[in-house]
């Protein structure tokens, strides 16, 4: 009886086990991906209407917290914005608040992530953000002229073509601490695709990039 029983369990334990696995996959299947997100026509009226979630962090206009905890989003372009609300979904990209804000009933389809993308990117670009002391600024911006540039525009611009992220007149802070986790492996996806362009960068260089970056208006 006891061998019995024994063998039952450890059967129980394994269709538990495959069950979860199934759950699991499944529950990664029907998260949206960017494709999913481009292939809907934004409401942005129903984006401004989801966006309050996000007003209680990034704040009403999108221009995040002077602190540099919470970046700036006001006016990047929408598959930034896109890559990133679906990175966070699926756990490319790890953040408490933004997992939680990602996962809740309002925003969990493609439509809503367009919805709110769009605008967000609407947005007007805002002014006041926190700048560096300005001690290591004409290295930062030799630096970035020389390795930064070719991507994300001279002013920091970025592209709607490619995805690649606006960066002008984002919080210096926040810059620093994005940086740095490229660099020390915290960030996946962006430690990969920047790991050639950002080795050997001193901390002088790092600090004059994002002091340099925050003072850049991209003109829209």
Sequence with gaps: MATHM???LVWLSIVVIVLAAVATALGRAQEPTVADVRARSPDVMRG???YAVCAACHGVDGAGRAAGEI???AGQHVGVLTRQFVAFRGGVRWDVRMEHASQIRQMGDAQAIADVAAYVARLPVTQG???G???HLDLGARVYAQRCAACHGARGEGRSIGDVPRLAGQHHAYLQRQFLDV???RRPGLSESHARVMRGLAQPEIDGIADFLSRATSGG
């Design 48 to 50: 401004e209407r989801l």
């Design 133 to 135: 002391t300005g001690e």
């Design 71 to 73: 970046p700036a989003i």
């Design 183 to 185: 660099l020390e492996q």
């Design 6 to 8: 024994r063998r039952h």
């Design 129 to 131: 953000n926190q700048r």
